[in-house]
């Protein structure tokens, strides 16, 4: 199999490059950025596209603006996929609530089934995998409609218990930044009540808020241990947005036992 290093060298014997084209090409570039990271010497070219040597984050940009190829392509022959970057950073457990700032583009992929057996019925319970005819990718953008870019992801902190069991620690959740204003009213009961992430100086919150004389309130689901916090607003905290979709795991049983 072609390695990277080779394909690198393919690209840049089809549009006829010397080594001393792509050094100087990349003299340009780093006169530009300001930054000599950016050179690529005619040595180092040479060890990238015959030797297997990786180049740094600074060359592989020079080297895709020269031979014009998308960095996430190069990268993913050097086997990094960004797509699978906010899955894999979700499978990464960390205590406390936090923002996510990757944000899926254009680019992003989710495999998806393409085609169902005709003979499900959608209404009882199934185990979906039995019926999937057919799997594919599809473009992030595509999926319900929704311009991702518009949202951020935050995680629900491993110790978190805040809103559990609506939220339980661990989930991943999707923040609609244009709904930060706390509603007071528009819900009959507790899972339809907006819940909201907060920021404050030492981290982030999450739960059902209030907001009265300057006081914005976090409040807990009746069943989780932690208390209301009250913040002085906006000194003290501010509304992130509100939390509008949630992507959490069916383990709770050990979950619930780490609590313990």
Known sequence: ?????????????????????????SQRIAQRQKNDEFVIALSRLADIENKGT??????????????????????????IRLSDLL???????????????ITPDSHGEVLLPLSLDPGIDIRRTTFLSRFIQRWGKLPLMLMNGLDLR?????????????????????????IDESRRRVATTGWTDERDRPIYLVEYREGYAVGWCAAENGQ??????????????????PSEAEVIGQITAVVMHLDQGRRRRTRS
């Open 216 to 233: 914005l309130v976090v409040i807990a689901h009746p069943s989780s241990p932690a208390a209301p916090r009250v913040f002085a607003t």
């Open 1 to 25: 199999m072609e390695d990277a290093g080779q394909k690198l060298k393919r690209v840049r014997e089809r549009l006829k490059l010397r080594y001393r084209d792509v050094e100087e090409a």
């Open 54 to 79: 990786v180049p740094s984050l600074y060359r592989l940009y020079s080297i895709c603006a020269i031979y014009r190829l998308d960095l996430s392509e190069v990268l993913e022959w050097y086997g």
């Open 150 to 174: 518009g949202y951020r992801y935050a995680y629900i902190g491993t110790e978190d218990w805040t809103m559990d069991p609506l939220i339980p620690p661990g989930s991943l959740v999707l």
């Open 87 to 101: 899955a894999d950073a979700a499978s990464v457990e960390i205590e406390r609530t936090h923002t996510i700032g």
